[in-house]
C-alpha cells in the first residue's frame, strides 16, 4: 500500500487526500457535462461542489462533534482537522449533506428529488473511487482477518489503523468496485427510463447503503455501541437508510422508456 504518494520537500502529499480530489474533480465534470440545463445551471453545480467539500472536510466532524457530545476545544480540533478525515464515516459526511443540499434547494427553488435524482450516480462514483483507492492506501475501513487467497497485508505504521503483519478482507476493495458497478447501472437505469422523481435516489440509496450494510460484516474497525441481534449502531443505520431507499424506490415506482410517451410499458424490472 502507498499511503504517500510523494514528497516534495516539507510537503507531504498523502494518497487519501489526493484520490480525494481526484475523485471530486472527476464527479464534477461528468455531472457538468452531462446537466441538464432546464434543472440545473453551470453555477449551480458550482455550488453543489462546494457543499460536497464542505459536508466531507466540516460537516461529517460535526455530525461526529454532535453525536459524541463533547464540545471541548480539543474535540473541536480534532473533529475539525483535514488530516484526519478518514475517520469520518460515510453516515455523518451523507447527513451534513443532505441538510445542506436541501437547504440549497429550498433557497434556489429547485427540486430537490430531481436534483438528487441527477446527481445520485456520480455521488456514487465519487464514493467508489474514494474506497478503493484513497481508502485502501491509507489502510482505514479496513477487515478481519481471513485465510482466503485475496486477503491482503498492511505494513507497519498505517494512518487509518489497519493491523500489520496479519492478513485481512480488502473490505475497501469489497465496497469500491461494488460501488463503482452500482454507479453504473445507476447512469444506465437513469438514461434507460424515467421515473417519478426520487427513485432513482431511493435506488442508489439501496446500492450505497445496501452494500455498506453486507461487506460491514467483515469490517474490522467497526468497534461502536451493539444494539440489537448483534448488530453495530451504524449497521442498523445502514440498514434503515436502505429500508428508507427502497421506499423511495418503490412507491411510487413508474419506470417509463423515455421518449415512448406516458402510455408506454413501464421499463422491465
Known sequence: MYPILARLGDVTFH???????????????????????ELL??????????????SIWFGGGLVLLIQSGDFSVAALRAGLDPRGLHRVGTMAIT????????GYCLWKGLPFWRVFD????????????????????????????TELPWGVIF???????AP???????????????????????HWQRNRCQASPGALTGLGMVALFGIYFAVSF?????????????LEKTQWLSLILTGLGALLW???????????????????D
Not at 467508489?128 to 492506501?137: I, K, N, V, W
Open 118 to 145: 441527477f446527481l445520485m450516480p456520480y455521488f456514487v462514483l465519487g464514493y467508489g473511487l474514494q474506497r478503493t483507492f484513497g481508502c485502501f492506501s491509507a489502510g482505514c475501513c479496513y477487515g478481519t482477518t
Open 15 to 37: 494518497t487519501y487526500g489526493v484520490v480525494m480530489m481526484f475523485s471530486l474533480f472527476t464527479i464534477y465534470f461528468l455531472a457538468l457535462r452531462a446537466r441538464d440545463p
Open 250 to 268: 418503490i412507491f411510487p415506482r413508474r419506470w417509463i422508456t423515455p421518449g415512448s410517451g406516458s402510455g408506454s410499458s413501464r421499463c422491465s
Open 155 to 161: 505494513g507497519e505504521n498505517v494512518a487509518g489503523g
Open 164 to 186: 500489520s503483519g496479519v492478513r485481512i478482507h480488502p473490505t475497501q476493495l469489497y465496497m469500491g468496485l461494488a460501488a463503482l458497478g452500482a454507479s453504473r447501472m445507476l
Open 218 to 230: 467483515w469490517r474490522g474497525d467497526l468497534k461502536g455501541e451493539i444494539l440489537w441481534w448483534g
Open 41 to 54: 445551471e453551470r453555477a449551480h453545480l458550482g455550488d453543489i461542489s462546494f457543499l460536497v467539500v464542505f
Open 95 to 102: 447527513a451534513a449533506f443532505f441538510v445542506l443540499l436541501s
